[in-house]
Nanobody
Framework: QVQLVESGGGLVQAGGSLRLSCAAS?????????MAWFRQAPGPEREFVAG?????????FYADSVKGRFAISRDNVKNTVYLQMNSLKPEDTAVYYC???????????????WGKGTLVTVSS
C-alpha cells in the first residue's frame, strides 16, 4: 500500500506560481510507480494534468492546457513528487490530486492510489 499526501495549495493571483508536493509513505516509489497529477474543478471528472515515469522520471507527459507552464518532477530519495505551476490562470483553479499507478496508462481509472487533494485557487 502507498499513502499519498499533497501539500502546497493555496490562493494565488493570476500570473503567479505555486509548487505542489506529494509525499508518499508506506512503500518506496523507486522504480515501481508511474506518478501523476490530476485536477478536478466543480464537476464529475478529474482531468489529467501531468505524469512522470517510474525510475529516472523520463519521459514526462502533460495536458495541452498546462504544457510550457507546469513541470512535474520526482525525488526518489525523498519519496516525493512535485508539480511546479507557473503563469497560473483562473481556469487552473481546482483541487489537485496526486496519484500512483503500477501500470502504464495515465487515465483516472488506471491509477491505483490517490491522495486526498489540495485546493488551488487562482484569482483574476
Amino acid at each position: 500500500q502507498v499513502q499519498l499526501v499533497e501539500s502546497g495549495g493555496g490562493l494565488v493571483q493570476a500570473g503567479g506560481s505555486l509548487r505542489l508536493s506529494c509525499a508518499a509513505s508506506g512503500r518506496s516509489l523507486v522504480g515501481i510507480y508511474n506518478m501523476a497529477w490530476f485536477r478536478q474543478a466543480p464537476g464529475p471528472e478529474r482531468e489529467f494534468v501531468a505524469g512522470i515515469s517510474r525510475g529516472d522520471g523520463s519521459p514526462t507527459f502533460y495536458a495541452d492546457s498546462v504544457k510550457g507552464r507546469f513541470a512535474i518532477s520526482r525525488d526518489n530519495v525523498k519519496n516525493t513528487v512535485y508539480l511546479q505551476m507557473n503563469s497560473l490562470k483562473p481556469e487552473d483553479t481546482a483541487v489537485y490530486y496526486c496519484a500512483a499507478t503500477y501500470g502504464d496508462t495515465w487515465s483516472e481509472r488506471g491509477m491505483d492510489f490517490w491522495g486526498k487533494g489540495t485546493l488551488v485557487t487562482v484569482s483574476s
